[in-house]
């Protein structure tokens, strides 16, 4: 089994994450769907680590990927909750005070 | 106090300001500002009176008369030398007189306008057009010059259309008039005389190259017509043309009824003190230019004019019109005493003709002052349509004399005066114009013969209207309702106070102590000189005194013809009309053709109509015509082309120029619009955006 099919399953794992960021209303989906997409990125760091020239650093930054999307998650769920806390909903189509 | 300048700027200078005073501020003076002009004109007498005292007691202007003159008035330089029009102010015994007449009646109608004209809205305004006439008949008087004559001569034309036309408000006034139109008759009709004026001072001043009295006379006397006396003649002539206008001498005297129209002190100092006395003191003054031949067509001018007025005035029923051919016909009377070669005579009778004729006009504003008021009182007015109760008609009038007697007292003593009955200052001036007339007519040129029996014609219908009008008047029984009668009073002490005044100097004693007047012991025939004609040689000398001599032989018969021809008058008037010898009625409605001559004025106003105004309708409405269709059609084409053209151009600009500049705005923003779909503002579709973005990246790239 070689890089080919962990390529694969990453852009499938991409399209997927950004078909969720894209269609759904749902904040909490939306970012389940940049979730999928770091994760995509995970995998091809991995894999290209592994059928690369053997050192640890696609593992190294899948690691600090890991890390920063706890933070981020850490982050967006706060957002999330305090979007609903103001407006009642976590439609974020909603949210759109902003525009002009 | 020395005759100076400053007395004679004053006189000229007190109306002018009075004049300007009532126009600016006159409405908001106490009064009316009234006391302004009275005080100007009383003082303007006073210096008047002062220079007239000293010219005849102390003989001032005996060497020659003062003149004070500013050489450089006017310079124009031309290429081939520079000329001066010099301007300045001539006093010689003449003006003294003419000062003090004119001063004086001035004076004494403007103190009797207070009382007349009290109430009127333009109270004041009158009183300012009454010091502009005073202070343009003063232009005119001390004038030195041809100029500055014609300039006060015109000044006095526009003072006297603004006066005759002041109750202009009024449609008509009694007893048909318009004074609009009367205005305007007036100055037009003048005017016509006054080109003949205007040419004969052009002719002169292009012969002589002078206007100053003396430089003309002078430059006459050297010769400037030298070889050419019809011109001399000629220009006499047109120079009494503007005389015939001012005077209303025939034909032109068609204005002067019409000029009733004003209020009567206005006829009062149009026909006494200013007006018609400028054209006569024109030719007084201007006597030296007027060669025999011209000064015969003038005593004829003047005979016909005497004669011709009077027939007219015998028939007129309007007091005021009566009175107005009176003083036609007594203007006729002062201009063939000068042109038969009586100056004195003339001028003297200009001089009391002005206190009686003012007297005679004051007191039939008086008679109709008391009349409106009578009828006023039973709310009864003039109706213009019927003509009935017209306040000025003697046919409504009749035993007035209890109520107004001050009025018909002094009118009396007028009416006496003007029939020149002894004791009267008219039966001196009448006597010496009729005894020059005889000596003229009957002894130096027989074939003149006319002249004098005109004159005595005209003596006896004078006396005769005179008297009719005095008996119409005051005699017999009012001829309206009683309760009218009740309501006649004798006019306010303003007014009357005038009237006694100017009878006083209606009697004989101001001019000589001897009422039946031997020729030289009236003050004029030593204080009025006859000047010589400007071509004067010894000739001439001897000739003035062969006429004076001539005169004075003349004078006693005169005296008795013009006594026999007053009396002829006076009776018949009293047996037609007080004795009802001969009905009025009767008179009335007699259908004779003479009436009816007389009553429409020698058909002279419809001769005019059809012959002059009509002409001028025809060439005004030719030119209102051209004006109409070729002018108007020519500017309205213009018009219509720049209409076309202007259309077009908006076309232009709005199709064009705001089509390219709209079709660029709506292009950018149909483009906004299709723009603007993609910025939804949602980063969902952002995102669709972005992928597509890369999508197509690397299928480039691939």
Not at chain 2, 565 to 588: C, D, N, V
Not at chain 2, 595 to 608: F, G, H, I, P
């Amino acid at each position: 089994m070689g890089l080919q099919a962990y390529l694969v399953v990453g852009a499938l794992l991409f399209s997927l994450g950004i078909v969720c960021l894209v269609t759904r209303r749902n904040a909490v989906a939306v970012l389940m769907g940049v979730e999928l997409i770091l994760n995509a990125a995970n995998l091809n760091f991995v894999a290209f680590a592994r059928f690369g020239y053997g050192a640890l650093d696609g593992q190294m930054f899948a690691i600090f990927s890991i890390v920063m999307a706890a933070a981020e998650v850490a982050v967006a769920l706060a957002l999330v909750l305090n979007l609903y806390r103001t407006i009642g909903t976590i439609d974020v189509d909603e949210a759109d005070t902003l525009r002009g | 106090m020395e005759t100076s300048i400053v007395t004679y700027a004053l006189i000229l200078i007190l109306p002018l300001a009075a004049f300007i005073i009532q126009m600016l501020v006159g409405r908001r003076l106490p009064r009316g500002g009234d006391w302004v002009v009275l005080t100007a004109i009383f003082a303007a007498f006073v210096l008047s009176f002062g220079v007239f005292w000293r010219a005849l007691s102390g003989g001032a202007f005996a060497n020659g008369p003062w003149t004070w003159t500013f050489r450089d008035w006017l310079r124009t330089p031309t290429p081939q030398a520079s000329w001066t029009l010099p301007m300045g102010i001539l006093v010689d015994n003449v003006t003294a007189m003419m000062l003090v007449v004119v001063t004086g009646c001035s004076a004494l109608i403007f103190l009797f306008s207070t009382g007349y004209m009290a109430g009127h809205p333009r109270y004041s305004r009158f009183f300012g057009y009454l010091a502009l006439f005073a202070f343009s008949m003063l232009v005119l008087v001390l004038a030195d010059n041809l100029l500055a004559l014609y300039v006060g001569w015109e000044l006095v034309g526009v003072s006297s259309y603004l006066l005759i036309g002041f109750l202009h408000d009024r449609a008509l006034v009694p007893p048909d008039i318009s004074p609009g139109s009367a205005s305007k008759k007036a100055f037009i009709t003048t005017r016509i005389g006054d080109v003949g004026f205007f040419l004969g001072i052009l002719a002169v001043f292009a012969v002589t190259g002078q206007l100053g009295y003396g430089n003309v006379f002078q430059s006459i006397g050297d010769g400037a017509f030298m070889g050419r006396p019809w011109l001399l003649t000629l220009v006499g002539l047109l120079l009494f043309c503007g005389a015939i206008g001012k005077s209303a001498q025939f034909p032109l005297h068609v204005w002067l009824p019409d000029a009733m129209a004003g209020p009567t002190p206005v006829s009062a100092l149009i026909h006494a003190a200013t007006m018609v006395a400028a054209g006569v003191y024109m030719v007084g003054r201007l006597y030296p230019i007027f060669t025999p031949d011209a000064l015969v067509v003038i005593a004829y001018v003047g005979a016909i004019t005497a004669f011709f007025a009077a027939t007219i005035a015998v028939v007129m029923t309007d007091v005021k019109r009566v009175l107005a051919y009176s003083t036609i016909s007594q203007l006729g009377y002062m201009m063939f005493g000068l042109g038969v070669g009586a100056y004195g005579a003339g001028l003297f009778h200009l001089m009391t003709h002005a206190f009686f004729k003012a007297l005679l006009f004051l007191a039939s504003g008086s008679v109709i002052h008391a009349m409106e008021h009578g009828l006023g009182r039973v709310g009864r007015h003039w109706n213009p349509d019927t003509g009935e109760d017209d306040p000025q008609d003697m046919r409504n009038m009749g035993g007035l004399r209890h109520a107004m007697p001050i009025t018909f007292a002094t009118m009396g003593v007028a009416t006496l005066a003007i029939c020149g009955v002894p004791f009267t200052s008219g039966f001196l001036s009448k006597d010496m114009i009729l005894g020059g007339a005889v000596a003229f007519g009957f002894i130096e040129h027989p074939q003149h013969f006319l002249i004098p029996l005109l004159g005595l014609a005209a003596a006896a219908l004078t006396a005769f209207y005179m008297f009719r009008l005095m008996f119409m008047t005051f005699f017999g029984e009012f001829r309206k309702e009683r309760e009218v009668e009740h309501g006649l009073r004798e006019s306010p002490a303003s007014m009357t106070v005038p009237l006694v005044v100017l009878a006083i100097f209606s009697v004989w004693i101001w001019y000589t102590f001897d009422p039946s007047a031997a020729f030289r012991e009236v003050w004029t025939a030593e204080f009025i000189v006859k000047p010589l004609p400007a071509t004067g040689t010894l000739a001439d000398v001897a000739s003035n005194e062969a006429f004076a001599h001539a005169a004075h032989t003349a004078h006693i018969p005169a005296m008795l013809l013009s006594l026999l021809a007053a009396g002829a008058g006076i009776l018949l008037a009293w047996r037609k009309y007080r004795r009802g010898t001969i009905s009025l009625e009767a008179w009335r409605t007699s259908d004779s053709r003479l009436y009816r001559v007389l009553a429409n004025k020698y058909y002279v106003d419809e001769a005019y109509e059809h012959t002059a105004v009509a002409a001028t309708l025809v060439v005004s409405r030719a030119a209102a015509w051209f004006d109409k269709v070729i002018i108007d059609g020519l500017v309205n084409a213009v018009a219509r082309l720049q209409v076309g053209i202007s259309w077009l151009a908006g076309r232009a600009d709005k199709f064009g120029v705001d089509g390219a500049v709209n079709l660029l705005a709506d292009a950018v923003r149909a483009m906004g619009n299709g723009v603007r779909q993609v910025q939804t503002g949602r980063i969902q579709n952002y995102i669709v955006f972005a992928m597509m973005g890369i999508i197509i990246l690397f299928l480039i790239i691939r």
